[in-house]
């Protein structure tokens, strides 16, 4: 599987974007899937996951209320729609999948086997 993120873009705050994250290979439904972020001169962060077949999610407390995490696993993809934007959201956004995880939703970054190349979001103030 490979993943390929799309969607980024420059907001203003206050404003939403859409995310989008599409996996070639026909095992998508196998993985884990999440969100993560990395802001310049900062540690990558979780923002959301969601579980293989879409009935569970996580959010980081930064996400709670204003991210929305989805996936279609028939079009193999994973989506996360931000609302209510703040500047501290500017990062480069990453999809990431789990392809072994038993235990739920992982927060770190070393559950991941799986990396998109990434897509910047802007949040201008």
């Known amino acids: 599987v490979q993943l390929q993120a799309s969607g980024g873009g420059l907001v203003q705050a206050g404003g939403s974007l859409r995310v989008s994250c599409e996996a070639s290979g026909r095992t998508f439904s196998m993985y884990i899937m999440a969100w993560f972020r990395q802001a310049p001169g900062k540690e990558r962060e979780f923002v959301a996951g969601?579980?293989?077949?879409?009935?569970?999610?996580s959010y980081a407390d930064s996400a709670k209320g204003r991210f929305t995490i989805s996936r279609d696993n028939a079009k193999n993809t994973v989506s996360l729609q931000m609302n209510s934007l703040k500047p501290e959201d500017t990062a480069v956004y990453y999809c990431a999948a789990d392809r072994f995880g038993v235990s739920g939703i992982s927060y770190g970054t070393g559950r991941y086997e799986l990396w998109g190349q990434g897509t910047q979001v802007t949040v201008s103030s």
């Open positions: 969601i579980s293989r077949s879409g009935g569970s999610t």
